[in-house]
T-cell receptor, first 112, second 114 residues
Framework: DGGITQSPKYLFRKEGQNVTLSCEQNLNHDAMYWYRQDPGQGLRLIYYSQIVNDFQKGDIAEGYSVSREKKESFPLTVTSAQKNPTAFYLC???????????FGSGTRLTVV | GENVEQHPSTLSVQEGDSAVIKCTYSDSASNYFPWYKQELGKRPQLIIDIRSNVGEKKDQRIAVTLNKTAKHFSLHITETQPEDSAVYFCARRGGGTSYGKLTFGQGTILTVHP
């Protein structure tokens, strides 16, 4: 589905739980990104990775963690330290330099 | 810094009218400016982009203009149609350690009335 797949589409989390969102791409892109989307606030960068085994914090990294063990995969863990995790999470990948930015279809996370 | 300010936050037009959305940035190292369209519940999709060495780019009914001196860029949609209704995001890419990373504006909800 567009070369970048996010799963699950919907996710429900109980307070105090950690949950992991999956992001896989087959575009051979070097860089991958996680964004959070809230109404009226646009897309805010959580973490990004420009190369395997390396990643950097974005603007709102607190309460989140990532790993980049494979070029194709960039999972995001929403930890219990994230106090307001209910949001729409978008994963993206790009060629070097940020060209060809492609988004996944998103995961909607709800705390119950 | 790296922030992008986008205006207006909502825009309502009649079918056939033009729509203009403007974004401003402060980092003079910004060198790439894409625009994305996001329909309800779907992923953002690239509709047009412009690099800093170009002042204007057109693709059928959409165009983007860039004023590097004033640090702003705009999306122009002509002959709007109801299917143009969506949220539009501008973005910019910087240089240096932020190379490759896009910073997005807050989005504009465009509604085209038939």
């Amino acid at each position: 589905d567009g070369g970048i797949t996010q799963s699950p589409k919907y996710l429900f989390r109980k307070e105090g739980q950690n949950v992991t969102l999956s992001c896989e791409q087959n575009l051979n892109h070097d860089a991958m990104y996680w964004y959070r989307q809230d109404p009226g606030q646009g897309l805010r960068l959580i973490y990004y990775s420009q190369i395997v085994n390396d990643f950097q914090k974005g603007d709102i990294a607190e309460g989140y963690s990532v790993s980049r063990e494979k070029k194709e995969s960039f999972p995001l863990t929403v930890t219990s330290a994230q106090k307001n995790p209910t949001a729409f999470y978008l994963c993206a990948s790009s060629r070097e330099g940020g060209y060809g930015y492609t988004f996944g279809s998103g995961t909607r996370l709800t705390v119950v | 810094g790296e922030n992008v300010e986008q205006h207006p936050s909502t825009l309502s037009v009649q079918e056939g009218d033009s729509a203009v959305i403007k974004c401003t940035y402060s980092d003079s190292a910004s060198n790439y400016f894409p625009w994305y369209k996001q329909e309800l519940g779907k992923r953002p999709q690239l509709i047009i982009d412009i690099r800093s060495n170009v002042g204007e780019k057109k693709d059928q009914r959409i165009a983007v203009t860039l004023n590097k001196t004033a640090k702003h860029f705009s999306l122009h949609i002509t002959e709007t149609q109801p299917e143009d209704s969506a949220v539009y995001f501008c973005a910019r890419r910087g240089g240096g350690t932020s190379y490759g990373k896009l910073t997005f504006g807050q989005g504009t909800i465009l509604t085209v009335h038939p």
